[in-house]
Protein backbone atom coordinates (compact mmCIF):
# COMPACT_ATOMS: atom_id res chain seq x y z
CA UNK A 1 0.00 0.00 0.00
CA UNK A 2 1.19 3.70 -0.71
CA UNK A 3 2.48 5.97 2.03
CA UNK A 4 -0.47 7.53 3.00
CA UNK A 5 -3.08 5.88 0.76
CA UNK A 6 -6.40 4.79 2.10
CA UNK A 7 -6.96 1.78 0.28
CA UNK A 8 -5.40 -1.90 -0.71
CA UNK A 9 -4.56 -2.12 -4.18
CA UNK A 10 -6.46 -5.03 -5.44
CA UNK A 11 -3.36 -6.70 -6.80
CA UNK A 12 -2.41 -6.81 -2.71
CA UNK A 13 -5.65 -8.24 -0.93
CA UNK A 14 -5.01 -11.28 0.62
CA UNK A 15 -6.23 -14.64 -1.34
CA UNK A 16 -9.30 -15.34 1.38
CA UNK A 17 -10.74 -11.73 0.95
CA UNK A 18 -10.07 -12.50 -2.89
CA UNK A 19 -11.99 -15.65 -2.72
CA UNK A 20 -15.50 -13.65 -1.06
CA UNK A 21 -14.64 -11.81 -3.81
CA UNK A 22 -14.66 -13.84 -6.59
CA UNK A 23 -17.89 -16.62 -5.44
CA UNK A 24 -20.34 -13.36 -7.00
CA UNK A 25 -18.89 -14.43 -9.84
CA UNK A 26 -20.12 -17.07 -12.62
CA UNK A 27 -18.19 -20.28 -12.56
CA UNK A 28 -16.61 -18.96 -16.55
CA UNK A 29 -15.66 -15.79 -15.01
CA UNK A 30 -13.23 -17.69 -12.25
CA UNK A 31 -11.65 -19.85 -14.61
CA UNK A 32 -11.53 -17.66 -17.97
CA UNK A 33 -11.48 -14.11 -16.85
CA UNK A 34 -9.72 -13.86 -13.49
CA UNK A 35 -6.84 -15.78 -14.27
CA UNK A 36 -6.06 -13.12 -17.05
CA UNK A 37 -6.15 -9.75 -14.69
CA UNK A 38 -2.89 -10.58 -12.97
CA UNK A 39 -0.83 -13.46 -11.32
CA UNK A 40 -2.09 -12.69 -7.40
CA UNK A 41 -5.52 -13.03 -8.51
CA UNK A 42 -4.41 -16.16 -10.82
CA UNK A 43 -3.38 -17.81 -7.12
CA UNK A 44 -6.61 -17.47 -5.48
CA UNK A 45 -8.43 -19.06 -8.45
CA UNK A 46 -6.08 -21.98 -8.20
CA UNK A 47 -6.07 -22.55 -4.23
CA UNK A 48 -8.97 -23.54 -2.28
CA UNK A 49 -10.03 -19.97 -1.20
CA UNK A 50 -12.86 -19.70 -4.32
CA UNK A 51 -14.00 -23.55 -3.91
CA UNK A 52 -15.07 -23.78 -0.17
CA UNK A 53 -18.65 -23.96 -1.89
CA UNK A 54 -18.94 -25.36 -5.62
CA UNK A 55 -22.04 -25.15 -7.11
CA UNK A 56 -21.53 -26.44 -11.08
CA UNK A 57 -25.91 -27.54 -10.83
CA UNK A 58 -26.55 -24.93 -13.93
CA UNK A 59 -23.50 -25.37 -15.97
CA UNK A 60 -23.51 -29.30 -15.16
CA UNK A 61 -27.31 -29.28 -16.89
CA UNK A 62 -26.20 -28.01 -20.21
CA UNK A 63 -23.17 -30.73 -20.60
CA UNK A 64 -23.90 -32.87 -23.38
CA UNK A 65 -20.49 -35.46 -22.53
CA UNK A 66 -20.61 -36.61 -18.99
CA UNK A 67 -17.17 -36.87 -19.24
CA UNK A 68 -17.01 -32.99 -19.19
CA UNK A 69 -18.53 -33.14 -15.27
CA UNK A 70 -16.45 -35.27 -14.39
CA UNK A 71 -13.11 -33.54 -15.04
CA UNK A 72 -14.50 -30.50 -13.73
CA UNK A 73 -15.68 -31.98 -10.24
CA UNK A 74 -11.97 -33.28 -10.05
CA UNK A 75 -10.09 -30.35 -10.78
CA UNK A 76 -12.31 -28.16 -8.62
CA UNK A 77 -13.00 -30.66 -5.89
CA UNK A 78 -8.72 -30.85 -5.71
CA UNK A 79 -7.91 -27.25 -5.50
CA UNK A 80 -10.50 -27.39 -2.66
CA UNK A 81 -7.72 -28.90 -0.79
CA UNK A 82 -9.72 -30.49 1.70
CA UNK A 83 -11.59 -26.91 2.52
CA UNK A 84 -14.57 -28.40 0.34
CA UNK A 85 -18.17 -27.59 2.38
CA UNK A 86 -21.27 -27.69 -0.11
CA UNK A 87 -21.30 -29.38 -3.49
CA UNK A 88 -24.16 -28.90 -5.92
CA UNK A 89 -23.41 -30.48 -9.06
CA UNK A 90 -26.78 -31.74 -11.02
CA UNK A 91 -26.12 -35.52 -11.98
CA UNK A 92 -27.21 -36.17 -15.80
CA UNK A 93 -23.36 -36.76 -16.31
CA UNK A 94 -22.65 -38.42 -13.19
CA UNK A 95 -23.06 -42.23 -13.63
CA UNK A 96 -19.25 -43.46 -13.05
CA UNK A 97 -18.54 -45.19 -9.33
CA UNK A 98 -15.53 -43.58 -9.45
CA UNK A 99 -16.88 -40.17 -9.18
CA UNK A 100 -19.29 -40.70 -6.27
CA UNK A 101 -15.96 -42.46 -4.52
CA UNK A 102 -14.19 -39.50 -5.34
CA UNK A 103 -16.73 -36.61 -4.32
CA UNK A 104 -16.42 -39.18 -0.99
CA UNK A 105 -12.85 -39.32 -0.19
CA UNK A 106 -13.19 -35.43 -0.04
CA UNK A 107 -16.37 -35.22 1.74
CA UNK A 108 -14.90 -34.81 5.37
CA UNK A 109 -15.99 -31.18 5.88
CA UNK A 110 -19.09 -31.55 3.83
CA UNK A 111 -22.19 -30.53 4.97
CA UNK A 112 -24.16 -29.50 2.11
CA UNK A 113 -24.59 -32.28 -0.91
CA UNK A 114 -26.95 -31.85 -4.03
CA UNK A 115 -26.73 -34.49 -6.48
CA UNK A 116 -30.02 -34.45 -7.97
CA UNK A 117 -30.85 -36.52 -11.03
CA UNK A 118 -27.55 -38.78 -10.45
CA UNK A 119 -27.44 -42.46 -11.62
CA UNK A 120 -26.31 -43.54 -8.41
CA UNK A 121 -27.35 -46.71 -7.15
CA UNK A 122 -27.85 -48.41 -3.86
CA UNK A 123 -24.71 -50.24 -3.62
CA UNK A 124 -22.65 -46.96 -4.16
CA UNK A 125 -24.66 -45.32 -1.43
CA UNK A 126 -23.63 -48.09 1.06
CA UNK A 127 -19.92 -48.15 -0.03
CA UNK A 128 -19.93 -44.45 0.78
CA UNK A 129 -21.95 -43.65 3.15
CA UNK A 130 -19.24 -44.15 5.92
CA UNK A 131 -17.35 -41.08 4.78
CA UNK A 132 -20.19 -38.80 4.32
CA UNK A 133 -21.01 -38.68 8.28
CA UNK A 134 -20.63 -34.65 8.36
CA UNK A 135 -23.53 -33.82 5.88
CA UNK A 136 -26.12 -31.72 7.68
CA UNK A 137 -28.26 -31.28 4.49
CA UNK A 138 -28.82 -34.03 1.43
CA UNK A 139 -30.30 -34.04 -2.18
CA UNK A 140 -30.70 -37.18 -3.84
CA UNK A 141 -34.36 -35.95 -5.57
CA UNK A 142 -35.13 -37.84 -8.81
CA UNK A 143 -32.39 -40.08 -8.69
CA UNK A 144 -34.66 -43.34 -9.94
CA UNK A 145 -31.79 -45.83 -8.94
CA UNK A 146 -31.71 -45.69 -5.30
CA UNK A 147 -34.42 -46.65 -2.74
CA UNK A 148 -34.61 -47.86 0.60
CA UNK A 149 -31.10 -49.43 1.55
CA UNK A 150 -29.69 -46.33 0.34
CA UNK A 151 -31.48 -44.04 2.48
CA UNK A 152 -31.11 -46.87 5.17
CA UNK A 153 -27.62 -46.74 4.92
CA UNK A 154 -27.38 -42.56 4.84
CA UNK A 155 -29.39 -42.70 7.83
CA UNK A 156 -27.85 -45.20 9.72
CA UNK A 157 -24.32 -43.32 8.99
CA UNK A 158 -25.36 -39.56 8.23
CA UNK A 159 -25.88 -38.64 12.30
CA UNK A 160 -26.35 -35.01 11.70
CA UNK A 161 -28.54 -35.06 8.86
CA UNK A 162 -31.22 -32.52 9.27
CA UNK A 163 -32.20 -31.75 6.09
CA UNK A 164 -33.31 -34.59 2.98
CA UNK A 165 -34.64 -33.90 -0.60
CA UNK A 166 -36.14 -37.02 -2.38
CA UNK A 167 -38.59 -35.50 -4.75
CA UNK A 168 -39.63 -37.67 -7.95
CA UNK A 169 -41.12 -36.83 -10.76
CA UNK A 170 -44.70 -37.92 -11.36
CA UNK A 171 -43.54 -39.34 -14.99
CA UNK A 172 -41.02 -41.78 -13.01
CA UNK A 173 -43.93 -42.94 -10.19
CA UNK A 174 -46.62 -43.52 -12.63
CA UNK A 175 -47.78 -46.80 -12.38
CA UNK A 176 -45.06 -47.53 -9.73
CA UNK A 177 -45.97 -49.87 -6.41
CA UNK A 178 -45.69 -48.32 -3.21
CA UNK A 179 -42.61 -46.39 -2.26
CA UNK A 180 -43.03 -46.98 1.63
CA UNK A 181 -40.26 -48.88 2.19
CA UNK A 182 -38.02 -45.24 1.50
CA UNK A 183 -40.38 -43.91 4.03
CA UNK A 184 -40.26 -46.10 6.42
CA UNK A 185 -35.86 -45.95 6.26
CA UNK A 186 -36.58 -42.43 6.64
CA UNK A 187 -38.34 -43.06 9.77
CA UNK A 188 -35.97 -45.65 11.26
CA UNK A 189 -32.41 -44.12 10.88
CA UNK A 190 -33.08 -40.19 10.71
CA UNK A 191 -34.68 -39.18 14.09
CA UNK A 192 -33.01 -35.63 13.74
CA UNK A 193 -34.34 -34.57 10.39
CA UNK A 194 -35.69 -30.79 10.37
CA UNK A 195 -36.89 -31.02 6.93
CA UNK A 196 -38.10 -33.69 4.63
CA UNK A 197 -38.78 -32.89 1.02
CA UNK A 198 -40.80 -36.36 -0.85
CA UNK A 199 -42.98 -34.69 -3.52
CA UNK A 200 -44.63 -37.54 -5.68
CA UNK A 201 -43.77 -40.39 -3.92
CA UNK A 202 -46.24 -42.94 -3.77
CA UNK A 203 -46.16 -43.07 0.12
CA UNK A 204 -49.82 -44.10 2.40
CA UNK A 205 -51.00 -42.30 5.03
CA UNK A 206 -49.54 -44.96 7.62
CA UNK A 207 -45.93 -44.17 6.40
CA UNK A 208 -46.34 -40.80 6.43
CA UNK A 209 -47.66 -40.87 10.18
CA UNK A 210 -44.72 -42.96 11.09
CA UNK A 211 -42.02 -40.53 9.59
CA UNK A 212 -43.82 -37.11 11.66
CA UNK A 213 -43.99 -39.99 14.45
CA UNK A 214 -40.47 -40.64 14.61
CA UNK A 215 -39.01 -37.05 13.47
CA UNK A 216 -40.18 -35.12 16.61
CA UNK A 217 -38.21 -32.31 15.55
CA UNK A 218 -39.99 -32.27 12.06
CA UNK A 219 -40.47 -28.71 10.78
CA UNK A 220 -41.31 -29.03 7.33
CA UNK A 221 -42.49 -31.61 5.23
CA UNK A 222 -43.45 -31.40 1.22
CA UNK A 223 -45.93 -34.02 0.13
CA UNK A 224 -47.04 -32.12 -3.26
CA UNK A 225 -48.21 -34.94 -5.11
CA UNK A 226 -48.66 -37.66 -2.59
CA UNK A 227 -52.31 -37.96 -3.20
CA UNK A 228 -51.92 -41.64 -1.38
CA UNK A 229 -51.76 -39.67 1.94
CA UNK A 230 -54.77 -38.18 3.50
CA UNK A 231 -53.71 -36.28 6.58
CA UNK A 232 -56.17 -35.03 9.51
CA UNK A 233 -55.18 -31.13 9.68
CA UNK A 234 -56.51 -29.89 12.60
CA UNK A 235 -54.89 -33.52 14.27
CA UNK A 236 -51.59 -31.85 13.21
CA UNK A 237 -52.56 -28.65 14.14
CA UNK A 238 -53.20 -29.84 17.53
CA UNK A 239 -50.32 -32.59 18.09
CA UNK A 240 -47.40 -31.20 15.97
CA UNK A 241 -48.22 -27.24 15.66
CA UNK A 242 -44.16 -26.27 14.69
CA UNK A 243 -44.94 -28.96 11.53
CA UNK A 244 -46.08 -27.10 7.90
CA UNK A 245 -47.11 -29.78 5.86
CA UNK A 246 -47.29 -28.82 1.99
CA UNK A 247 -49.05 -30.86 -0.13
CA UNK A 248 -50.85 -33.57 -0.73
CA UNK A 249 -52.77 -31.60 -3.63
CA UNK A 250 -50.83 -29.34 -6.02
CA UNK A 251 -52.19 -25.29 -5.38
CA UNK A 252 -49.76 -23.68 -6.98
CA UNK A 253 -46.64 -23.45 -7.69
CA UNK A 254 -44.43 -23.54 -4.64
CA UNK A 255 -41.04 -21.51 -4.33
CA UNK A 256 -38.24 -23.70 -1.98
CA UNK A 257 -35.85 -21.49 -0.32
CA UNK A 258 -32.71 -22.38 -0.61
CA UNK A 259 -32.12 -24.46 2.84
CA UNK A 260 -29.10 -23.19 4.90
CA UNK A 261 -30.73 -21.95 7.89
CA UNK A 262 -29.52 -25.29 9.65
CA UNK A 263 -25.92 -25.81 9.05
CA UNK A 264 -23.50 -24.36 10.45
CA UNK A 265 -21.64 -23.89 7.78
CA UNK A 266 -23.42 -21.98 5.68
CA UNK A 267 -21.72 -18.52 5.51
CA UNK A 268 -18.69 -18.70 3.48
CA UNK A 269 -17.23 -15.54 5.52
CA UNK A 270 -16.53 -18.17 8.21
CA UNK A 271 -13.69 -20.27 5.73
CA UNK A 272 -10.61 -17.83 6.63
CA UNK A 273 -7.18 -19.26 5.74
CA UNK A 274 -6.07 -20.24 8.94
CA UNK A 275 -8.72 -23.14 9.05
CA UNK A 276 -5.96 -24.86 5.87
CA UNK A 277 -2.79 -26.43 7.03
CA UNK A 278 -0.01 -24.52 5.42
CA UNK A 279 1.55 -27.33 3.76
CA UNK A 280 -1.06 -28.53 2.01
CA UNK A 281 -1.95 -24.68 1.48
CA UNK A 282 1.59 -24.32 -0.21
CA UNK A 283 1.49 -26.81 -2.71
CA UNK A 284 -1.24 -24.81 -4.41
CA UNK A 285 0.78 -21.83 -4.32
CA UNK A 286 4.08 -22.95 -6.23
CA UNK A 287 5.82 -20.72 -8.69
CA UNK A 288 5.71 -23.82 -10.68
CA UNK A 289 2.12 -24.61 -11.22
CA UNK A 290 0.93 -20.76 -11.33
CA UNK A 291 2.68 -20.12 -14.58
CA UNK A 292 2.08 -23.67 -15.82
CA UNK A 293 -1.65 -22.27 -15.40
CA UNK A 294 -0.82 -18.98 -16.74
CA UNK A 295 0.80 -20.08 -19.96
CA UNK A 296 -1.29 -23.21 -20.70
CA UNK A 297 -5.09 -23.75 -20.60
CA UNK A 298 -5.26 -26.94 -22.37
CA UNK A 299 -7.46 -27.98 -19.89
CA UNK A 300 -9.76 -25.08 -19.43
CA UNK A 301 -10.24 -25.96 -23.33
CA UNK A 302 -10.96 -29.28 -23.33
CA UNK A 303 -13.45 -28.04 -20.52
CA UNK A 304 -15.44 -25.96 -23.33
CA UNK A 305 -14.21 -22.80 -21.26
CA UNK A 306 -12.43 -20.67 -23.79
CA UNK A 307 -12.05 -16.79 -23.47
CA UNK A 308 -13.36 -15.06 -26.46
CA UNK A 309 -10.73 -12.07 -26.41
CA UNK A 310 -11.64 -9.48 -29.11
CA UNK A 311 -15.51 -11.13 -30.26
CA UNK A 312 -17.57 -8.57 -29.73
CA UNK A 313 -20.95 -11.16 -29.60
CA UNK A 314 -19.11 -13.39 -27.31
CA UNK A 315 -21.99 -13.10 -25.12
CA UNK A 316 -24.50 -15.03 -27.78
CA UNK A 317 -22.09 -18.38 -26.68
CA UNK A 318 -22.68 -17.63 -23.10
CA UNK A 319 -19.62 -16.18 -22.22
CA UNK A 320 -18.58 -13.72 -20.77
CA UNK A 321 -17.23 -10.49 -22.59
CA UNK A 322 -13.62 -9.64 -22.87
CA UNK A 323 -12.32 -6.94 -20.40
Known amino acids: MEEGGDYRRWD ?11 KNLSLNEILTVIPRVCKSWGKAVIGPYCWQEIDIEDWSK ?7 VDRMLRMLITR ?20 FSFIADHAGSVHTLRLPRSE ?3 PIVESIAGRLSTLSFLDLSYCNRIGAHALEAIGKNCKMLLGLCRNMHPVDTAGKSS ?16 RLEMSYHLVSTQSVLEIIYSCPELEFLDLRGCHHAKL ?8 Y ?15 RNEW ?8 FSEYLAWEFVAGEVGDHYDNESLDEMWDDEGRLEDLELRFYEGIEDAGLYGWPPSP
Request: contains cysteine.
Open 80 to 99: SAGSLRKLSVSGTGLHDDEI
Open 260 to 267: EEYSDFSD
Open 12 to 22: ELIPDALGLIF
Open 232 to 239: DEKFLEER
Open 241 to 255: PKLKVLGPDVVDQYE
Open 120 to 122: ITD
Open 62 to 68: ERCFPGD
Open 179 to 194: LDDEAHAIALTMSKLR
